[in-house]
């Protein structure tokens, strides 16, 4: 079964790039520009992973996360950071706050896939540092 996966980047050109990389690897995959959209696109259907940057407008990734983990229909879904900070506390903070894994960037597209794949099976807190 494809899973689907919301990409939440507010870089155009890095969400439709990876866009693009996850269709290719059989992936449906919807994209939403901020944290706001990004909560609305969960609350019409819910993802079978979130892929979330950190730093957007509106509404960061770590608010969106933990918005999230505080509704029970939504608390089980895989989430992944990716985040041009690679300081030391970003990735601690990435961690502790119920992240799935959390990947700098720029980054491996291989990277992705296996920690898309890592956190659908269950695996979690996987620190992925590209720097």
């Known amino acids: 079964m494809q899973k689907t996966i919301l990409l939440i980047e507010d870089?155009?050109?890095?969400?439709?790039?990876v866009a693009e990389l996850l269709e290719l690897n059989n992936y449906r995959t919807t994209t939403a520009e901020d944290g706001v959209a990004g909560l609305e696109c969960v609350r019409r259907c819910p993802p079978d992973v979130i892929i979330c940057d950190v730093k957007m407008p509106r509404m960061n990734g770590f608010e969106?996360?933990?918005?999230?983990?505080?509704?029970?229909?939504t608390r089980h879904i895989p989430f992944i950071f990716i985040?041009?900070?690679?300081?030391?506390?970003?990735?601690?903070?990435?961690?502790?706050?119920?992240?799935?894994?959390y990947l700098t960037k720029p980054f491996n597209c291989q990277?992705?896939?296996?920690?898309?794949?890592?956190?659908?099976?269950?695996s979690s807190n996987s620190l992925v540092n590209n720097r």
């Open 111 to 122: 990277d992705l896939i296996l920690l898309i794949e890592q956190v659908s099976q269950g």
């Open 11 to 17: 870089t155009d050109e890095i969400r439709e790039n």
């Open 83 to 101: 985040s041009a900070s690679a300081q030391r506390s970003d990735i601690v903070k990435g961690s502790m706050s119920g992240a799935a894994a």
């Open 64 to 73: 969106l996360l933990e918005t999230l983990q505080n509704q029970e229909d």
